[in-house]
């Protein structure tokens, strides 16, 4: 009996400090944030074939302005947040046949300048220009320490390399995955959905709403620092392309355009790219080197089965004590096809 009463005296005493101690703990409380910039910009441009893609004709001169708003709303409870990113590009007077890129009402759509899609007319009720450009949420992955999962239309920034255009640039939706390991390591894993074939052919005709391929990609890195200043990121992607793709993924050359004409939906691109991306800093001075080698094959309805390779060194080197940098790009391209239809 003497040890019964002990026992439970001992685990009276025990949920006495652990259950006021739980109850202590407040609920992380929920924060919203609105951050953003709205850039005005003045432009004069001189032969850009923005419009006519002819270098030989020089008659397209421009002076503009246009306002630029890039708006991010986050949502935030704990380290789990839910983040809104929007964007807004428009010039300054009409520049076509409306003043918006999409329809409103019995108001028809008309393209608008490059790299935008409104005009602030007269009176400036533009309407339908807003651009998500961001919508994902970001949480620590349950049951795996040090991981971080952010699902959603998201930016690619650093999931490649330091860079942020040397390899993947812009937006993407998917999935990123980052784990890390202690101070100094961490695991990139990043998922990219280009475009989506839903049910595929068999459940469409040939027409406006035939869909476009299965076309995703995977990235992988791990940056590490093997001593104070150097800061090291080697990665492999790999990119899978079925008939034509992203504009932004792949681009005509050599008389290949990125269209039906050159790729039918049985056409299919393969595409991996290795390399190592690196930062050292003494002091002063930043030497941030990248190498990228990519290699693959592809078929084509006008060119046959093909390999492509393609070796892109890039290097920067600043000195903060002077305030200038230097940045050079050298890239060599090596095309191989074999005439096999």
């Known amino acids: 009996m003497r040890r019964l009463l002990a026992v439970a005296v001992a685990l009276v005493a025990v949920f006495g400090l652990v259950l006021p101690a739980m109850a202590q703990a407040p609920a992380p409380a929920p924060k919203v944030t609105i951050t953003g910039t709205i850039d005005q910009i003045g432009t004069y441009t001189s032969n850009m074939s923005v419009y006519d893609l002819n270098y030989g004709r020089s008659r397209d001169d421009q002076l503009y302005g246009r306002t630029r708003g890039r708006f991010d709303v986050v949502g935030e409870i704990g380290k789990a947040k839910a983040v809104l990113g929007i964007e807004i590009d428009a010039y300054y007077g009409q520049t076509s046949n409306s003043d918006r890129n999409v329809p409103a009402g019995t108001t028809a759509a008309s393209n608008q300048g490059a790299s935008a899609n409104g005009a602030w007319d007269l009176n400036t009720d533009v309407a339908g220009i807003i651009e998500i450009k961001w919508l994902y949420t970001e949480f620590p992955m349950f049951l795996v320490p040090n991981t971080i999962v952010r699902l959603g239309a998201q930016p690619f920034g650093s999931a490649a390399t330091y860079k942020l255009a040397a390899y993947a640039n812009g ?171």
């Open 171 to 341: 937006d993407f939706g998917g999935v990123n995955w980052v784990t890390t390991f202690g101070p100094a390591a961490a695991l990139n894993l990043t998922y990219v959905q280009v475009e989506e074939e839903l049910t595929g052919t068999d459940f469409y005709t040939v027409s406006a709403n035939t869909p476009r391929g299965e076309d995703w990609a995977i990235i992988a890195s791990f940056d590490f620092s093997p001593f104070k200043g150097l800061d090291i990121k080697p990665m492999y992607s790999y990119f899978h392309a079925a008939g034509i793709t992203s504009g932004s993924a792949r681009q005509g050359r050599g008389g290949i355009p990125n269209a039906a004409t050159a790729f039918a939906t049985s056409d299919v691109e393969a595409r991996h790219t290795i390399g190592v991306d690196a930062r050292w800093t003494a002091g002063p001075f930043t030497l941030a080197p990248t190498v990228l080698f990519q290699f693959g094959d592809r078929d084509t309805t006008i060119g046959g089965n093909g390999d492509v390779k393609w070796i892109e060194v890039e290097r920067e080197l600043v000195d903060d004590r002077i305030g200038r940098g230097e940045d050079d790009a050298a890239c060599i391209g090596l095309e191989l096809r074999d005439e096999e239809r």
